[in-house]
């Protein structure tokens, strides 16, 4: 399995940006799929996750409201629309897929991810 994350770079803040995630080498309509960041200086976080069944999704409280994480599966994309970023919000963004159906309480938890993604770049200028 492959992850391919793309869609990163310059955004003015108040602006929109998508990010994408290429997932190859299986079907992944049943496992879980999320976003995190590493911002300079920092620890990995949590950004938003999908699960099944029912796509429930999961938001840190940071991005609520402002970020949604959706699927396509038969594209099997994965898509991160930013809305609104803020300066905080420049991070690398990894995607991230789960070997195995995972609960929706624990799409947080990176441990519960086995496939990630190389990471794409998001700057926000203020």
């Known amino acids: 399995v492959q992850l391919q994350a793309s869609g990163g770079g310059l955004v003015r803040a108040g602006d929109s940006l998508r990010l994408s995630c290429a997932v190859s080498?299986?079907?992944?309509?049943?496992?879980?799929a999320a976003w995190f960041r590493r911002a300079p200086g920092k620890e990995r976080e949590f950004v938003a996750s999908?699960?099944?069944?029912?796509?429930?999704?999961l938001y840190a409280d940071s991005v609520k409201g402002r970020f949604t994480i959706s699927k396509d599966t038969p594209t099997n994309m994965v898509y991160l629309q930013m809305s609104s970023p803020k300066p905080e919000d420049t991070a690398v963004y990894y995607c991230?897929?789960?070997?195995?159906?995972?609960?929706?309480?624990?799409?947080?938890?990176?441990?519960?991810?086995?496939?990630w993604g190389q990471g794409t770049l998001v700057t926000v200028s203020s």
């Open positions: 999908i699960a099944w069944p029912g796509r429930s999704t």
């Open positions: 080498g299986r079907t992944y309509d049943n496992l879980a």
């Open positions: 991230a897929v789960s070997e195995i159906p995972i609960p929706a309480t624990d799409t947080a938890d990176p441990q519960m991810y086995y496939y």
